[in-house]
């Protein structure tokens, strides 16, 4: 099955950017989802198809997709974007089949 | 607007089967296009991929739990259920469900419901 891995945690100060990668055999091919999750609150997509932002999302969160790696870059990181983030993808290779990865969680310091 | 809401026991004992369900609202859940999916977080850990249903009544699962997890929709309640049998304590999770419409994303999430095994 595929599998995605994520760094378990990033820490960056206020304003400065965050950076969350995933990795997955030739993930480049796939339309990638990224999730933020915070404490008590339910999933909020905040990049999916790669690159493109839902209504609602600011225009900090930035997404990129190529080769082995897919990326989520947050600019001029706020204390509010403190979460764990989740990317996703649909695995096709047999039934398909929906995987997230392990998660990443961002600590602004 | 759309919604959804998970509904379902929060305590149940082990090997005993857990049925969750998802209210949906603002959107119905025979739009062509359109899917429901069941995602859990066990404390401290990762989200985890259960099953999905299509409006069209396909239904996906994840591997490792195909053989205990079956989802259903009732499109006269607008609801999806999902069944699953056998619960461990391992099965203590927040119970999700998401919407995924043309952008193949769960881009509406219910609020969750907490399920605990436990005898």
């Known amino acids: 099955s595929y599998v995605l891995t994520q760094t378990p945690s990033v820490s960056v100060a206020p304003g400065t950017t965050a950076t969350i990668s995933c990795e997955g055999d030739?993930?480049?091919?796939?339309?990638v989802h990224w999730y933020q999750r915070k404490t008590g609150q339910a999933p909020l997509l905040v990049v999916h198809g790669n690159t493109v932002r839902p209504s609602g999302i600011p225009p900090r969160f930035s997404g990129s997709n190529s080769g082995f790696t897919a990326t989520l870059t947050i600019n001029s990181v706020e204390a509010g974007d403190e979460a764990e983030y989740y990317c996703q993808v649909w695995d096709t290779s047999g039934d398909p089949s929906v995987v997230f990865g392990g998660g990443t969680k961002l600590t602004v310091l | 607007q759309i919604t959804l809401k998970e509904s379902g026991p929060a305590l149940v004992k082990p090997t005993q089967t857990l049925t969750v369900t998802c209210s949906l609202s603002?959107?119905?859940?025979?739009?062509?296009?359109?899917?429901v999916g069941w995602i859990r977080q066990p404390p401290g850990q990762a989200l985890e991929w259960l099953a999905f249903?299509?409006?069209?009544?396909?239904?996906r699962y994840s591997p490792s739990l195909r053989s205990r997890v079956t989802i259903t929709r009732d499109t006269s309640k607008n609801q999806v259920v999902l069944t699953m049998t056998n619960m461990a304590r391992k099965d203590t999770a927040t119970y999700f469900c998401?919407?995924?419409?043309?952008?193949?994303?769960?881009?509406?999430w219910g609020q969750g419901t907490l399920v605990t095994v436990s005898s």
């Open positions: 249903i299509y409006w069209d009544d396909t239904e």
């Open positions: 998401a919407l995924m419409r043309r952008t193949d994303a769960f881009d509406y």
């Open positions: 603002g959107l119905s859940v025979s739009t062509s296009g359109t899917g």
């Open positions: 030739n993930i480049g091919d796939k339309s």
